[in-house]
Nanobody, 121 residues
């Protein structure tokens, strides 16, 4: 499985940021997908997650109430929208797909390179 993010760029404070992630390869083996972000000078942090079985969704407290994560299974696309952004939302947004290897049954993480979103006021 491979994933690749898109949608980064400049966003004005108060507007919404939207990033997407496309998964390829053996996408049927994906058990969950997660958005992380890494803000300048800080550690990578969890933002939102969705499971492929049942669609359970969770959000980090930092974006809860402002964020929507969604997955289009037919297009193998994961989306994230965060509304009412502030400069504190400036970060590289990274997509993670956890999948199960058919030969061993072990779960493995696939990471994208990230897409940079800069919020200006």
């Amino acid at each position: 499985v491979q994933v690749m993010e898109s949608g980064g760029g400049l966003v004005q404070a108060g507007d919404s940021l939207r990033v997407s992630c496309v998964a390829s390869g053996n996408t049927d083996s994906i058990t969950g997908m997660v958005w992380y972000r890494q803000r300048p000078g800080k550690l990578r942090e969890y933002v939102a997650a969705i499971r492929t079985d049942g669609g359970t969704i969770t959000y980090a407290d930092s974006v809860k109430g402002r964020a929507t994560i969604s997955r289009d299974g037919t297009k193998n696309t994961l989306n994230l929208e965060i509304n009412n952004v502030t400069p504190d939302d400036t970060a590289t947004y990274l997509c993670n797909a956890r999948y199960r290897k058919s030969q061993t049954g072990n779960t493995v993480d696939a990471w994208g390179r990230g897409t940079l979103v800069t919020v200006f006021s």
